[in-house]
């Protein structure tokens, strides 16, 4: 066989196993012991000397060996090299062989990248010392377009970047579990993770390799992860790497699950992002049923809105039904009077007692209580839960079926809306937010300013920065949309690092364009909103301070108005704020029922007339459960959102207090005197 014939073995060779390819990999070599290979590999007098070299000894073929010479393709984990075929020819043959060995015996190292279409020189021609001209055939192939990158980065940059995703592949593999692929894909079906959605697809297919990959020894794992990184792509090469990757590793090393997706949502979700669901997989659920059933707890799941009648009265503080209905009854001058707001500002040197002092001095002789019902108070409304199955065995770790809920979501201001809506946080110690171009279009340019007691600025030059203080002005509109309301808001999140004093709070019209209208405001601290509304048109340039709020030295707020301003009350659970309402029962939480004592947070109920709970409140809290229900927490949480509290007549809903928090309720008392008095906690 000619060197040609045999070349064009080799071409047809190479179009063969390259066909289904997408790329060629290299292998580790010494470029020049590869080379020596081919040459010393001749059978003797096969590879004699020509001249001053050896016959075989060209600088065509041997750009051509160390260029491509130990190139391979990878089909299903299997390598196939370009020397890797029969010649038919014993001289060649043992040539080819040697070199086919010599580089299925070696590792991959790289991608094999070219900007080139084909590599060698097919021939060329030589005249002699007699004036003939003889031609010289060379090693040459043409590379099928696929193989030839055409794009603006050095063939080292593809390269370094294919290397990578090879690398952060290999990685993954080897540090993801299949059980951690498994359980983010069950959560992603349940709608439990925040866009997981988005990863259904590249966690199906990495699992795929991951169950491949699994199946391979250790010397086949290292070809895999090059093969299928390149047909895997960019996304699932790289998935450790994800915010998504962050989860499965975290889960394949034993973290907890619910701090790893904590984690996961820290890198992806808003930071007021609230999760649907709770965190539970299949077998966490099918463990739990299993043991709700040994212990007899399946009639105990079903839960409802307590009523008076399902409480013994050893457990009543205080009942004030009876005034209750009469006040139900009286004529329309006493209805309007009650719908009256009023400020809080207006028992500012009220009578203060501590709590336990009012139960036990205060309530033995009152016939009628009413608690001023403050916006602040929203977040304390709280519903009693009673078991749905009357003398079902108690999950708790005290000695009833009885639990408690807190309110989770209360309706906001239309202008906190608004501030949300456009970025912007509305849960600090202090808010200051401004709002125009909602009731007639204003496309002026207003700035909210605060000027701190350090003398410190805080307005749109420094816009998304946290200050000391812990002041940020996180929204600044500076062309309002037709239509859409136009805010900016000042939100300080720490008490402890406001320094005390003024906090001067100000508008200032930066570009009158056109708009004729003024602007509202709101101030909120201690869940008290002051409202205000300037209905003036301001000039170019114009500054109108809305108020000034110090910080006293006990670390409370109180407030100086520039311009008037009023309380805004609010319809939470059929209740309307800032008035004084009628109080049906006072109770200690059921954790303190029966004089129990020391288990858990003692809390105190005012329960209060037509309060009435619109939301769907969990059942229970794991808080509550007993030890040995505790393994199974993420289903109990699970449960406690899933299963619905069933509505009653008369439900127990209103206001509830910690013993461990601070607060404050004025309340008016009625026995035989009437006095307002202050409830310290």
Known sequence: MTFAEMKIVMQKHFAKITKDADRLFEVSVDKDELWNLYLDSFPAGTNEVYRERREHDCSCCRHFIKTIGNVVVLKDNKVYT????????????????????????????????????????????????????????????????????????????????????????????????IEAIETVLELIASNTLYRGNEWKDVLKKFLQYKKAYEKLTNSDKENFAWEKSNEAGIV??????????????????????DEAVRKYEAIVAPTNYKRPKAIFTKKMLEDAKKTIEELGFLDSLGRRHATLDDITVNNILFSNRDAAKRIQNGNVFDQMLSEAVLSPKKFA??????????????????????????????KNMVSLIAPKVFGSKTMFKWNNGFSWAYAGNLTDSSMRENVKAAGGSVDGVLRFSIQWND????????????????????????????????????????????????????????????????????????????????FKAEIEFNGQIYSFEYNKELRQGEMVRVAEVT??????????????SNVSSKEVWGLTTNQFVPVSVIMYSPNYWDEQSGIGNKHYFFMLKDCVNPEEPNGYYNEFLKENLMKHKRVFEALGSKMKVENTDDQLSGIGFSSTQRNALIVKVKGQTERVMKIKF
């Open 551 to 564: 910080l006293n030295a006990d670390r409370t707020f109180s407030i100086k108005e520039k311009i008037p």
């Open 349 to 378: 040197k009220v009578e203060e007692i501590a709590v336990e002092k009012f139960i036990t001095d205060v309530l033995p002789s009152a016939k009628e209580i009413e608690v001023f019902f403050e916006n602040q108070h929203c």
């Open 236 to 257: 699932i090469g790289r998935i450790r790497n994800h915010s998504i990757g962050t989860l499965l590793v975290d889960i394949s090393e034993n973290v907890d699950l």
């Open 82 to 177: 370009i020397w890797g075929f029969e010649t038919g020819d014993t001289t060649y043959q043992t040539v080819f062989n040697a070199l086919d060995k010599y580089i299925k015996d070696r590792a991959i190292s790289e991608v094999f990248v070219t900007k080139d279409s084909s590599i060698g020189t097919n021939s060329n021609h030589e005249i002699l010392d007699n004036g003939k001209v003889t031609t010289w055939e060379h090693f040459y192939l043409k590379l099928p377009d696929k193989f030839v990158d055409h794009s603006y980065n050095s063939v080292a940059e593809v390269k370094g970047s294919l290397r990578d995703t090879r690398n952060v592949f290999k990685r993954s593999l080897d540090e993801i579990s």
């Open 439 to 518: 009731d007639e279009y204003n496309p002026n340019d207003f700035d909210a300013h605060c000027i701190e007691p350090t003398g410190n600025e805080i307005y749109y030059p420094n816009k998304g920065s946290r200050h000391s203080s812990s002041g940020m002005l996180d929204v600044d509109i500076v062309s309002p949309y037709r239509g859409t309301p136009a805010v900016e808001n000042i939100i300080w999140s720490n008490l402890q690092r406001m320094p005390v004093g003024k906090y001067d709070l100000f508008v200032h019209c930066f570009s009158n364009n056109g708009g004729r209208s003024g």
